[in-house]
């Protein structure tokens, strides 16, 4: 069987950047045994599949190469690049089911579309004793000033530059599965020219010891700095090594993030 695939670089002005997500429609939905092996050969944080069911809609689902999640932004917003720019030209608005409810990506001004996700509310984080310390020797810096948890664990500090120096050691994985938290966001509070915050997400129990630049975490990242700066609209950033802009929106239950995309290969795979 031969199946089309594209390889789309999302919050990204050019190729290489951003971080890349594979896509692959489908007419039908194939065994899941098969996707999962499909997005193993990829090896990248996320491919996705979706199969048409309306005029403007489609079942999406994402897979990490270890295993399928609730919820990815950003190879959301390639699927909707791929289908404003060669799947459905005519199409201004695109409305993907998925695990988490209905998300929907609208084309937007110069390349960048707006997607709209579930904002995540996170809570303090009780954990055990001396958690954020060890949490923090396990990230090589020190310990973060708040530790929350909603979808993910998040750790906060004030400052740009602790972002930017973290380098897990092999305790981290370790105190994630004693959060009962697969993935982390760590973020940190930018110095406003040009961005209100930054951040970095880790999830080595999906097989993505760092995704380059993650669309869900946002969704916990968003209200938390909106919250605290008193802004509605930000400017993020994501400090990995391929590094991602997204403009972001507090909405209130949900969360807009607007980004662009870049192609980098168009194919066909055989299963």
Known sequence: MRLDLWQVDAFAERPFGGN???IVPLEAWLPD???QAIANENNLSETAFFVVSGPESYDLR????AAEVELCGHATLASAWLVFQEIAPHLN??????R??????ERGSAGKNRMSLPADVMRPFP?????????GRSLGVRAPAEVLIGRYLMAVWDDEATIRRIKPDGDFAALLRQADAWGLIVTGKGDGRPHDCVSRFFAPAKGVFEDPVTGSAHSCIVPYWAKRL?????RAYQASARGGELLCTDDGGRVILAGSCALYMRGQIEV
């Open 93 to 98: 608005i695109v409305r993907f089911a998925t």
């Open 33 to 35: 045994a098969l996707l």
């Open 230 to 234: 008193g802004k509605k609209d930000l």
């Open 100 to 105: 988490s409810g209905i998300l929907t990506v």
């Open 127 to 135: 954990g055990p004793a001396g958690f954020a310390e060890k949490l």
């Open 20 to 22: 890349p997500a594979a």
């Open 62 to 65: 994402w897979f990490t190469p």
